[in-house]
């Protein structure tokens, strides 16, 4: 669990593992794409065919109408929704809580059934939840130590 | 939560810009997204209603390049400011990195800059954060308009803690830049 204001730092070890967890997804459902997303909305990772995706917006995006619907979960007396779907024509939305507040989300052809990926994604999730749960455990307070010889760059850059 | 990925060196940080309902912050995040190159910057999304208000919040993603050798990535978000919104004020700030208060200028805003400023701070705490945790800076917007409160009045008013502040016409672009430069390297100076 992240502690207030802590950071995540994603080691080269512990995103393999997340990768290969999410590659075996994709190859496993049939998936479009797989993104994991921070509870803020930063995409920690992604994979699949993403080139012809915005990753960046589709994450933030997600991550806003994934914590809208745990919010409206609230209001009616639920502790909180873990699971979203989105039916398209073409494609679908699946997400899932990962942890505590991060999130799974899944593009996929209507080919696919939900249930299918719903199955998979909760086989899958054990093993994200323990190589993501390793570095928030191991991140550092003070994870970028160059970060002062930024000023110049940011004073040229705008 | 900055997220730092040593693995492809990339840093990715979040900003909010938080203010009273009709105080700039679209304007800010509208500004910066003419001015910069594709390059630098994404699409800019806006989850506005049919009047222009935002209804759950603006996202423009920013390419700073790279940094040290780490590819540095900003989000910037606004927030809803009308007082109803609060639901989605509290969501954005999830996850933040860095904060602008958009603050209106005119002496009338005054109470709702007050009040709107007290909200973030309730929403903060939500989180476990306060405004000495998170990097934070002030925005005096709408300076030219008439009936305007002095920049000390402001300062008095919202400025408690002495952090960076700026005047700005948010609409004509003065004091955008000023007040994004500040506010990302504090917020990168805080990783380190």
């Keep these: 669990m992240l502690r207030p204001g802590g950071h995540l730092v994603l080691t080269e070890e512990g995103l393999r593992a997340l990768n290969a967890g999410m590659s075996d997804l994709v190859a496993e459902t049939g998936a479009r794409a797989i993104l994991l997303v921070g509870s803020g909305g930063q995409l920690i990772s992604a994979q699949g065919e993403t080139q012809h995706l915005d990753t960046m917006s589709l994450a933030a995006l997600g991550s806003g109408s994934f914590g809208s619907n745990r919010a409206i979960a609230g209001l009616v007396g639920e502790e909180g929704f873990r699971r979203m779907f989105q039916q398209g024509r073409q494609a679908s939305l699946y997400m899932s809580l990962v942890g505590s507040g991060d999130l799974l989300l899944v593009v996929f052809p209507n080919e696919i059934t939900m249930g299918k990926i719903k199955f998979q994604v909760d086989q899958a999730l054990p093993d994200l939840e323990q190589a993501l749960g390793a570095m928030y455990k191991a991140s550092p307070t003070t994870p970028f130590r160059a970060a002062p010889q930024a000023a110049p760059k940011i004073q040229d850059l705008f | ?192």
């Design chain 2, 1 to 192: 939560m900055a997220l730092i990925n040593y693995a492809s060196r990339e840093i990715n940080c979040k900003l909010v810009y938080y203010g009273t309902g009709l105080g700039g912050k679209t304007t800010n995040l509208e500004y910066i997204f003419k001015q910069l190159a594709p390059g630098i910057r994404g699409e800019m999304i806006s989850l506005a209603t049919e009047t222009e208000r935002t209804l759950f919040f603006d996202f423009l993603p920013l390419d700073l390049g790279s940094v040290q050798g780490f590819k540095t990535k900003f989000s910037l978000y606004t927030v809803p400011g009308q007082v109803e919104y609060n639901a989605s004020r509290k969501l954005i700030l999830n996850g933040v990195d860095g904060i602008v208060f958009v603050a209106d200028s005119q002496a009338d805003k005054m109470a709702e800059n007050i009040e709107s400023l007290r909200n973030m701070e309730e929403n903060l705490a939500e989180y476990g954060l306060t405004l000495d945790s998170v990097p934070f800076v002030l925005q005096y917007n709408k300076r030219d308009m008439p009936g305007i409160s002095s920049f000390e009045e402001l300062e008095a008013a919202l400025n408690q803690r002495g952090v960076p502040s700026f005047e700005a016409v948010a609409v004509e672009g003065s004091g955008v830049f000023a007040t994004l430069k500040a506010i990302s390297k504090s917020v990168l100076n805080r990783l380190s």
